[in-house]
Every structure is written in structure tokens, then in C-alpha cells.
């Protein structure tokens, strides 16, 4: 289903200015949020989301918390309105006034006409809801993840953010009568060549991730001095890595580690092995080198269920994993890393070497077989650094990929070899910025 409390919430907090926020994968629906809400742009809601982030640090799931915690069917008669309990939105937002955006926000659908927007959009996000729909019908299991975790804490509902940045957040909600409502707001990020969002089985890790922090959070979150003191050692030796992923402590990063080995084995269950290896072999490139080790560990933990009839019984196992490979990070890094495909140089030339400009090779080459894809991004020198690419092939190793190219003579080109270029047996290139001209060759 698409949400209008995650869309009018976000929408605001874009307008704000907030750096999450600002990415939108679905353009069509991004040139209506334009095209209507331009000229509010000094609406006293906006500058109120500008407070709460400047002097409150209020962004990321905070919005989709304050989003959830608005009354639906008050909202479908156009007033803004916190539905009861209210608690979670208040915990989240700590000092912030949240009643004082609340109110801004309520004056700020009727200014702009929010309803009327929303109803004019929503062939668009008729169209996504459906295709989310089907995706999840197909893809989604979360009976294996009940039966994983022996429990059921919940209802899932999974939500496309039409604009919703780069972010995907898994927010809980308690309704009025106790149930717990529990969610995957899913950031578009793949249009199809006519606009409209696409999902693909890509999206089902982040889908998964997002529904498993609501059976692995609790556990953890009712010891933190326990986690904390058996995480420390393994979160000091990344620190820096996992900090700028957001991962701020070790209570995060040991909940973080769960999450992620219990979506590899649901892949494994559930899309096959080699999907499985992919996200390992993805998420120890992000730092999580112990995943293996967990994976094994909770592998163990699905196999003795008669000693572990739910995962609540397990917690002080993975306490005790985590207490004995801390001091050996620094080794499971390096180990990682050897396994990890390395650029050796590239070179670019013109078809006819006497030309100034005209068609031309940039030939990239790695120490071992590649899997025969491509994944370049922009620089710091910008879009206009990146080569006019018009097609791509590797040799018959796999070691040499020949990218073509419409090409200048002296002049600098730069782009980004991204990770999403691996290995044959699926282990990501560590990301780095190719500086390249005609004639010339780095390493």
C-alpha cells in the first residue's frame, strides 16, 4: 500500500532541506510534488521541519515515526491529527515540539491543498501499489520468519515511499488496542523505462532486513550492558566504517549483525545459495566481516530448536560469539579483503590514433575473472568527467572489460568503479575513482 502520512511527511522534511530526503525515484511524481508545493517553499511547516533538524537532529526514521503516528482517517478528511498512543512519536522526537509541527503540519495540508494533490496522484500510486503488491505476494515469507524466530510479533505491511529518499526504515507502531503493526517503507530507486517504479527480487534483502529488526531489536534492546560489553571490541576495530553507515553503537552494530546473517540464511532458504553468498559476501564488504561466523552460528540455532524452541533462548550465544571474535576482527577484515577482486590499471585509446576526438576503448583490467556486468558512478569531478559510454565487453578471461567511448584528446575523464562490480565467485571490488585520458594509463 502507498501511504499518504509517509508521503505528505516527507514531502515536508524534502522541502525542509533535509539531505536524505532529496533523492526521489520516481520522477513523474517528483515533478508533481514540484510543480504543486513550489511555491510554499517558506510555509511555516517547512521552516518548522528546518528547526526540528537544526537544533533537534530530527530526520531519518524520526519522520516515518511522526508519519505512522498520525491519524489516518483524520487525515482523509484533511486535518492532521496524532492518533492515541502517541508515546513512540514522542520518545522519538525527545525535546523537538513534535505538537508544534503536528499543528504547522495540519495548517500546512489546507494551505496547500494537500487532498486535492494527493487525489490527482493517485492513478501513480495505484500503479505502485500494485506492482508492490505482486512483488510481496511472490517474494515475501514472513511465515519462514516466524517459524525462524519462534514468535509472532506482529502485522507486517510493507510501504513504497514514493519520494522517499535513499532510506529504507522498519518503524513499529502500537495501536489503541495494544497490537503492534510492524513496518518496511521501501525507497524507490529503479524506475521503468517509462517512469513508473519497478521492484525486483534486488529489493527483497532490504524488504527482509527491515521485518527482521522487529523480531531481533527487542531482545537485544532489553540488555544493552550485556550486549554493549560483549560487542565492544568488535565495534571499536571498525568504528570509523560502521559509524558512517549510521551504525553509532555497539547495541546498533550487534543488532545490525543479527539482522543481516538472518537474511542471508532466508535467502539461502528461500531464493538459493548463490543470492545467499551475494549479501554475505555484500555486507562483510560494509564492515560486518564476522557475518560467516554468525551465519554458522544461527545455523546451529535453527538446528536445535528442541534446545532453542525460540530465539529469545539463543541470545546469549550470539553474546558469547561476539565476546570471542572481537579480538580477531583485525584478521577477518584482512582475510576479507584478500578475497577481494583488485583493479590493476586502465588505459584509454582512440579507434584511429590520429584523431583528436572520435570513437574510443577504455580498457579497465582486474586480477581475476569478473562477473561480465558493469557499475560506474560519477566522481568528484562530476557528471562531466564521465566518458559518452555506448557499449561494453569483456574478453574471454573475464579480467579485461572494454568499455566504448566517444573520446577527446588531453582531456580528463573520471569515474567510479562501484562495488556492485564482483568477483565470478560474487565478492565485491572495493569502491575507488578512476582517473583516465587518451593516451595516458593509471594504476
Known sequence: MVDQRIELVNLVFRLAGNPEQQFCGYPAYLEAQNRWFGAYLEHSAIRTAQAARSEHGIGYDAIDVLALGLDRAELARGRVRLASPDSQVRRRWGAADVDGFVRELDTFVRDSRFAAFWAEQSALGEVVRQRMSDFVERHVKVQWLVDFFGENPGQFTVVPGLCHGTRN???RVVGADGREEYFAILAIARPDSSGVP??????LPVIV??????????HLDAQPSAATAAASAAFEATRSQLTAQAVQSELTMLNESLVRAAVVLYLAGNSGQSAADRELFAQQALGFVWLPELVQ???LYSESRTSFPAFSRFVPEVLSLFSEVGPRVPELSRAFEARRPRFLGVEAVLVNSADSAGPGEIRLKFDRPMTRGIALGVGPAGMTAVPRLTSYAWDSSATELKVRAHLERGRDYQFVL???????????IAERVVDVRVGSSER
Open 198 to 203: 519497478r521492484f525486483s527480487t534486488d529489493d
Open 169 to 171: 526504515t522498519g518503524p
Open 209 to 218: 532486513h527491515e521485518f527482521v529488526h522487529s523480531f531481533v531489536n527487542p
Open 418 to 428: 562501484l562495488s556492485a562490480m564482483t568477483s565470478a565467485e560474487g565478492v565485491p
Open 297 to 299: 552460528r544461527l545455523r
